[in-house]
Structure formats: C-alpha cells, structure tokens
C-alpha cells in the first residue's frame, strides 16, 4: 500500500523477492525489482489540532444531538420507555454494524480521507433532520402535557425521523472506524517518538471524545430540556459545521493513505487454498519450507511463523501443480498463498475470541447509557435550595467524567509506575488493560443493582416527592447516588474501550486497520443487539409473572435491580471465560511463542513462552 503525502523525496533500491523451496518442486530463487517509493512526511501532533479540533466538534454535534434522544422521543414523540429504550439500542447497534461496511469501502475504494470527507458531512445532515423534527409541528405529535394517555406519532412523522436517524448511520459509521486510524497515520510508527505519540494518542483521542460528551449532557441537554428543543438541537447542527471546517482545513497537511484493495480477499484466498490442500500432509519445519514471497512496496510487517492454527499452513504448501509468475508471485491465489498471508489470517482469528469477551463486555454501557436515566426521573434531581433540577439525562456526564478524570491519571501516573514495575512501555499489556475494564464493569453492575435495590426500597417505604409524568412516584433517594455506578463504568470504559480500540489497531494487519477500527463497533453493536434481546425477553417473560415485570414502566412496580444482577452474572462468566483466552493468546510479531521462528537465513531461535 503505497502512502502520499504533500511532500515527498524519490528513493530508489531493489528489493529482494523470493520463493522458498519446499522439497518437492523448484521455486524461484530471487527476483530484482528496481521500485519507486514515496518518503511520508509525517507530521505527528502538528496536524492533530485539525483531527482533534474536528473530533471535539463533531462528537459534541452527534452526541448533542443523541444523548438526549431517549427524553425526546418519550416526551416530544410519546413514545412508551420500553419502545424508545429499544429504538435507541436498535439504533446504536445499526450504527456499529455500519463501520464494518465503511471499513470495508474505506479500505477496498476510498481510503480513510475520502470516507471521512462523506462521513462529516453526512452527520452534518442527519443532524438537520434531526433538528427539523422539533421545529416543525408537523413532523412531531401533538405534544403531551401532563394528561395520562397521549397520541403517537405518525407513519410519515416516524418515517422522516427514521430517515434523519438513517443518515446519521452513514455519517457515524463512516467516522467511528476511520476517525482514530486516521489520526494514528499522522504519527511515523517506525521511529520511537512516532510510537510513543501513537500511544499517547489512543488515551487524549478518547480523553477529546469523553469531554464532548460531558459538555452535550450538561449544556446540550439542559438547553434542550429546559429551554427548548429546537434551540436544543440547533446548537449540534452548528457544532456539525464547525466540524466539518475545521476537517477540510487541515487537508493540504494529512498523511492520507490510499486504498489498497480489498484485504478481504486475501483472507479468502488463505481459506480457500487450506480447503483445497486440506489431505496434503504437513511439512517438517515449515517456517523454513512453506511458500513465501513479498511483492514490493508491502506495507504490513513481515511475520515469524506460528504454531496456532496450523491446519491453514497448507493454504502455503507449494506443490508441483503450483505455477508462479517471472517474479515469483502465485498465478492462482486461490490455490497458494504465501506463509506471510497465512499468518495474517492467524492474526485475524487470535483476536477474534477476544473480541467476542470484549462485546459481551458492553452490555454494561449499554445499560448504563439508558436505565439511569430512568432511575433519575425517578429520584431526587433537586441541587441546592434553589429547586434547580438536573436533568435526568445529564447524569449520564458522570460515566464521562469518571473516564476523562481517569485517562489522564492513568496517562499520567499510573503507565510510569507501572513502567518501572514490569518493564512494560505501556505500563501493562493491552490484554491486562482490558481485562481490568471487564472486572471494573462487572462491578458498576453490582453497584447499580444494590443503588436501584434503595431507590424503590425508600419509593414504597418514605415519603415520596411527588409523581413523574407517565412513570410513578419520585422516591426521596438522591439522584446523586447513581454517581458511583456511573463512576465505575466510567473507569471500565477507560481500561476497557481505550484497550479494545489499540488492541485491534496494533493486532490487525496494516493494511485492515480501519477494519480494526470498526469491529470495536461491530462488538459494541453486538452488544446492543444483545441488550435490546435481553430487555425484550425479560420485560415479555416477567411481565405476568408472580413478582412481578422487572422492567416495568413503573420503576417501583418493577425489579430493576434484578435484571442488573442478571447482567452481572453474564459478566462473571465472561470475565472467567477472557481470562482463558487471554492466557492463550500470542501478540502479533512477539516472540511469546512456545517457539519462534526466524524465515530469514538460517537462523532458528528457540525462546521461552512468555505467559499474558
């Protein structure tokens, strides 16, 4: 995959391509290329007020825009909870499956800038309509008031909704598995200062992505709640705009890497070949005497072999039937793949039992984007004598605030001390990182469930503070007694989602790394496909039971708590489950195998395992 950018010195050299014989056939030796590369000048944290300038207003448009969509479409769409709770996690999980089409549309076609360029401006969009919705009458119901039953809205107010939603889905997949791998392509990843600023710049992207979201759940969604919703949703709109300046600024200085074709294909080609050669019997030392050959100007790193997943090594088994070019490429990739290929692949699958841990990890912000805010609405929202009322929405910020608080002290404090402790340039292994977010979400649950267990508790025991509109009684417990669930998510998210998101980049494949972007998504849509099935299933089997419909509109009528246990116990046996999986993964390139290889001369080492 070739990089341009706007300045560029010409180098020449040859380079080196080979085949490697196999004992049974005659392979190319060597093959002299003279190629033409372009020098990247990367310009690392001088461009990053244009990313990270576009970031802050972008997340500030789309999440001013969504944050408070569950009380907008409650309260300007009459929607019942239920149906609105579903709506929004359909939504998000839409949105997540639809990085993995941008991914692949970004990787195979466009690149990252171009996508990127169609990404901001279709949040831009979505958000207008959005805004259209609230400020004209005919594209919402006849508002509510206080009465008990209300009329819903129409097919063609639904409709144009559903439209403005659907392209934000454009505009949000395109961005989220982009966004981040695009940043990171500013920094030289072959100098020690670019990995360190690669690094750096996991924490403060998602440090720049927590503080736009705590000021749309203070500012946003007070204005929006309290003020009006269509000065509410205006303010987005115009934060989209400046986002989109501020991106297009910036274009002339980018590092902007072009599509290389689709990397799908050579996954295929790797499955395709192991199927075919499947009753082939397997070679002695076939870090020696499996196929190999690398065409010029790749850009993934070059592999050692590994033992895992070796019933794909015969997709690389060179065979008297195999015909190979002038230069030593396969004529037919469908039925020989070269061991670099192969050992892609096998990076692929050693994280895709990682992935799977890391989406049912989700489900705790999944909740905790949703049920608090209607634990709020039925709680004390009252600060100070003065009957200000924080909106019950806003208390989300505070699973925001634990994040950002916690990214610094974790950039800052806790990756030296650990330095010293393990060696570790990152203080911890990306694996432990996210391990600690799975532990801490597990946690957020359990506190969550014994808060909820209070809230109702004090709702049909004390005193209550009056009725909340379509919901019932206000229980006298604070609405600040959410902050310590909220607080740990918070935290979870900081190990959890920091960890995923630089896991999957590092993990993956060069040229598959706005894939690694989106399948941090795509878990999370799973997740939220999961947790929409989960609410559905226990509000439909619960709701004629003895005790009870635990998710019920009514939160007092209903057990809450039990369902936050429920989760709880998912993420015990999921957190069981990462921990055997993490203990049998190998980190892409290292030397933690049982064996490592060297393909390069003669040299064979063998080395210690290294345990995660």
């Given at each position: 995959?070739?990089?341009?950018?706007?300045?560029?010195?010409?180098?020449?050299?040859?380079?080196?391509?080979?085949?490697?014989?196999?004992?049974?056939?005659?392979?190319?030796?060597?093959?002299?290329?003279?190629?033409?590369?372009?020098?990247?000048?990367?310009?690392?944290?001088?461009?990053?007020?244009?990313?990270?300038?576009?970031?802050?207003?972008?997340?500030?448009?789309?999440?001013?825009?969504?944050?408070?969509?569950?009380?907008?479409?409650?309260?300007?769409?009459?929607?019942?909870?239920?149906?609105?709770?579903?709506?929004?996690?359909?939504?998000?999980?839409?949105?997540?499956?639809?990085?993995?089409?941008?991914?692949?549309?970004?990787?195979?076609?466009?690149?990252?800038?171009?996508?990127?360029?169609?990404?901001?401006?279709?949040?831009?969009?979505?958000?207008?309509?959005?805004?259209?919705?609230?400020?004209?009458?005919?594209?919402?119901?006849?508002?509510?008031?206080?009465?008990?039953?209300?009329?819903?809205?129409?097919?063609?107010?639904?409709?144009?909704?559903?439209?403005?939603?659907?392209?934000?889905?454009?505009?949000?997949?395109?961005?989220?598995?982009?966004?981040?791998?695009?940043g990171?392509?500013?920094?030289?990843?072959?100098?020690?200062?670019?990995?360190r600023?690669?690094?750096?710049?996991?924490?403060?992207?998602?440090?720049?992505?927590?503080?736009?979201?705590?000021?749309?759940?203070?500012?946003?969604?007070?204005v929006?709640?309290?003020?009006?919703?269509?000065?509410?949703?205006?303010?987005?709109?115009?934060?989209?705009?400046?986002?989109?300046?501020?991106?297009?600024?910036?274009?002339k200085?980018?590092?902007k890497?072009?599509?290389?074709?689709?990397?799908?294909a050579?996954?295929?080609?790797?499955?395709?070949?192991?199927?075919?050669?499947?009753?082939?019997?397997?070679?002695?030392?076939?870090?020696?005497n499996?196929?190999?050959?690398?065409?010029?100007?790749?850009?993934?790193?070059?592999?050692?072999?590994?033992?895992?997943?070796?019933?794909?090594?015969?997709?690389?088994?060179?065979?008297?039937?195999?015909?190979?070019?002038?230069?030593?490429?396969?004529?037919?990739?469908?039925?020989?793949?070269t061991?670099?290929?192969?050992?892609e692949?096998?990076?692929?699958?050693?994280?895709?039992?990682?992935w799977?841990?890391?989406?049912?990890y989700?489900?705790?912000?999944?909740?905790?984007?949703?049920?608090?805010?209607?634990?709020?609405?039925?709680s004390?929202?009252?600060?100070?004598?003065?009957?200000?009322?924080?909106?019950?929405?806003?208390?989300?910020?505070?699973?925001?605030?634990?994040?950002?608080?916690?990214?610094?002290?974790?950039?800052?404090?806790?990756?030296?001390t650990?330095?010293?402790?393990?060696?570790?340039?990152?203080?911890?292994?990306?694996?432990?990182?996210?391990?600690?977010?799975?532990?801490?979400?597990?946690?957020s649950?359990?506190?969550?469930?014994?808060v909820?267990?209070?809230?109702?508790?004090?709702?049909?025991?004390?005193?209550?503070?009056?009725?909340?509109?379509?919901?019932?009684?206000?229980?006298?417990?604070?609405?600040?007694?959410?902050?310590?669930?909220?607080?740990?998510?918070?935290?979870?998210?900081?190990?959890?989602?920091?960890?995923?998101?630089?896991?999957?980049?590092?993990?993956?494949?060069?040229?598959?790394?706005?894939?690694?972007?989106?399948?941090?998504?795509?878990?999370?849509?799973?997740?939220?496909?999961?947790?929409?099935?989960?609410?559905?299933?226990?509000?439909?089997?619960?709701?004629?039971?003895?005790?009870?419909?635990?998710?019920?509109?009514?939160?007092?009528?209903?057990?809450?708590?039990?369902?936050?246990?429920?989760?709880?116990?998912?993420?015990?046996v999921?957190?069981?489950?990462?921990?055997?999986?993490?203990?049998?993964?190998?980190?892409?390139?290292?030397?933690?195998?049982?064996?490592?290889?060297?393909?390069?001369?003669?040299?064979?080492?063998?080395?210690?395992?290294?345990?995660?």
């Amino acid at each position: 995959m070739e990089r341009k950018s706007l300045e560029v010195e010409s180098m020449d050299h040859q380079k080196l391509s080979s085949a490697v014989y196999d004992g049974s056939v005659t392979a190319v030796d060597s093959v002299k290329e003279d190629v033409q590369e372009t020098k990247v000048v990367y310009r690392g944290w001088k461009v990053m007020p244009y990313i990270i300038g576009n970031e802050t207003f972008e997340k500030l448009g789309i999440i001013g825009t969504l944050s408070n969509l569950l009380v907008y479409l409650t309260s300007v769409f009459n929607m019942k909870s239920v149906t609105a709770a579903t709506i929004i996690t359909a939504f998000a999980g839409t949105v997540n499956f639809g990085t993995f089409v941008a991914a692949f549309l970004c990787d195979t076609y466009f690149g990252r800038y171009k996508t990127l360029t169609v990404a901001v401006l279709a949040c831009f969009l979505g958000s207008l309509a959005i805004l259209l919705t609230a400020a004209v009458p005919q594209l919402h119901p006849v508002p509510c008031g206080t009465a008990s039953s209300c009329i819903g809205p129409s097919g063609g107010q639904i409709a144009f909704l559903l439209m403005g939603l659907g392209i934000l889905v454009v505009g949000a997949g395109g961005i989220r598995p982009c966004n981040l791998a695009f940043g990171a392509d500013q920094f030289n990843p072959k100098s020690g200062s670019g990995k360190r600023g690669i690094d750096s710049f996991f924490n403060w992207y998602f440090f720049t992505f927590t503080f736009a979201q705590i000021l749309s759940l203070t500012v946003v969604v007070y204005v929006q709640s309290n003020v009006s919703w269509t000065i509410g949703l205006t303010i987005p709109v115009v934060l989209m705009f400046l986002a989109s300046v501020i991106f297009f600024a910036g274009a002339k200085l980018y590092v902007k890497i072009e599509a290389s074709g689709s990397p799908l294909a050579s996954i295929a080609h790797v499955i395709t070949a192991s199927i075919k050669k499947h009753r082939l019997e397997p070679v002695e030392q076939p870090w020696l005497n499996l196929y190999n050959y690398y065409p010029s100007k790749y850009a993934n790193a070059k592999l050692k072999y590994t033992q895992q997943f070796r019933f794909l090594d015969k997709a690389a088994i060179l065979t008297p039937e195999d015909k190979l070019e002038a230069d030593g490429k396969p004529v037919n990739p469908w039925n020989l793949c070269t061991m670099q290929q192969v050992e892609e692949v096998k990076c692929i699958m050693r994280v895709l039992p990682i992935w799977f841990a890391s989406s049912i990890y989700y489900l705790t912000m999944a909740q905790q984007m949703t049920y608090p805010v209607f634990q709020a609405l039925q709680s004390d929202r009252r600060l100070g004598s003065g009957g200000f009322m924080i909106p019950a929405a806003t208390y989300v910020v505070f699973l925001m605030t634990g994040m950002t608080l916690f990214i610094i002290f974790y950039d800052r404090v806790l990756v030296p001390t650990f330095k010293r402790i393990t060696g570790i340039e990152t203080g911890i292994t990306l694996l432990q990182r996210i391990g600690a977010g799975i532990f801490f979400a597990f946690l957020s649950l359990i506190v969550s469930g014994f808060v909820e267990e209070r809230r109702r508790t004090l709702a049909l025991t004390q005193p209550t503070l009056g009725l909340a509109p379509r919901k019932g009684e206000i229980s006298s417990m604070s609405a600040m007694w959410l902050i310590p669930q909220l607080v740990l998510a918070g935290i979870a998210d900081a190990f959890g989602a920091i960890g995923q998101m630089e896991f999957y980049y590092k993990q993956f494949p060069e040229n598959m790394r706005s894939f690694a972007g989106s399948i941090f998504y795509v878990g999370a849509g799973v997740s939220s496909y999961i947790s929409s099935f989960l609410i559905t299933t226990v509000h439909r089997m619960t709701q004629n039971s003895a005790g009870g419909n635990w998710l019920a509109e009514d939160l007092n009528k209903g057990r809450l708590d039990y369902f936050y246990f429920l989760l709880a116990g998912i993420l015990a046996v999921n957190f069981a489950y990462f921990l055997v999986m993490a203990r049998w993964y190998r980190y892409k390139g290292s030397d933690d195998e049982e064996t490592s290889y060297e393909t390069s001369g003669d040299i064979i080492k063998e080395q210690d395992k290294n345990k995660v």
